[in-house]
């Protein structure tokens, strides 16, 4: 097998064990899950991961890492700090069956119990928070946004989308989507010193 077509291969393998798992669960899913799901041998499953630990610790970093890459786009663009954390925001807000949002619920449950899996999330969390303070900062130095705490700001928004995506995703008919788009933009508002419309 080509270095390249490994590649392909693992990314297949990975994107089938997003799937799997968002059906589920993580604590639910078996490697033998995955590779009949995949069409594969368990062999080959563990050759890629070598254990059911690091195989469910992968395709978790690799569903948030689409989320991260897309936030990525965000950031290199060129647009305005107003503008990024309007898309910053849509791009948090689960939308859709919002496969990720309970792949990261399910990941912050397992992550009480397993150790890479917390490193993992950890790190993902940790780097979505720096982006938005990033991008607050930004807004702050150009005048845009009137914040006195960047970090702080981009801590208790973050948690505010937590608590909304864990109820939308859990309960899916307490809270309608337009709601949390709504309440999001009202926080986020506060938190910038903006009209809520602003961040429409």
């Known amino acids: 097998?080509?270095?390249r077509a490994a590649e392909i291969r693992l990314d297949a393998l990975l994107r089938t064990a997003c799937e799997v798992i968002?059906?589920?669960?993580l604590a639910n899913t078996r490697t033998a899950d995955v590779a009949e799901a995949a069409g594969v041998s368990q062999a080959l499953v563990f050759y890629h991961f070598a254990?059911?630990?690091r195989l469910l610790a992968q395709?978790?970093?690799y569903a948030v890492e689409?989320?991260?890459a897309r936030l990525d786009a965000v950031l290199r663009s060129s647009a305005p700090p107003l503008a990024k954390m309007?898309?910053?925001l849509r791009l948090y807000t689960p939308t859709g069956r919002a496969t990720s949002w309970s792949m990261r619920i399910d990941g912050w449950a397992e992550s009480l119990r397993t150790p890479e899996l917390e490193k993992l999330s950890r790190r993902l969390d940790l780097r979505w928070r720096q982006d938005l303070a990033a991008v607050i900062t930004a807004g702050v130095a150009?005048?845009?946004f009137d914040c006195p705490d960047p970090a702080g700001a981009a801590w208790r928004i973050s948690a505010v989308m937590d608590g909304l995506a864990v109820q939308i995703a859990v309960h899916e008919r307490v809270i309608t989507r337009r709601q949390i788009?709504?309440?999001i933009r009202l926080v986020a508002a506060r938190e910038l010193g903006l009209e809520p419309s602003q961040l429409d």
């Open 142 to 144: 150009e005048g845009t």
């Open 66 to 68: 689409q989320d991260l």
């Open 51 to 53: 254990t059911k630990d």
């Open 181 to 183: 788009a709504e309440w």
């Open 1 to 3: 097998m080509t270095r």
């Open 22 to 25: 968002a059906e589920r669960g």
């Open 59 to 61: 395709a978790f970093a």
């Open 86 to 88: 309007r898309r910053m």
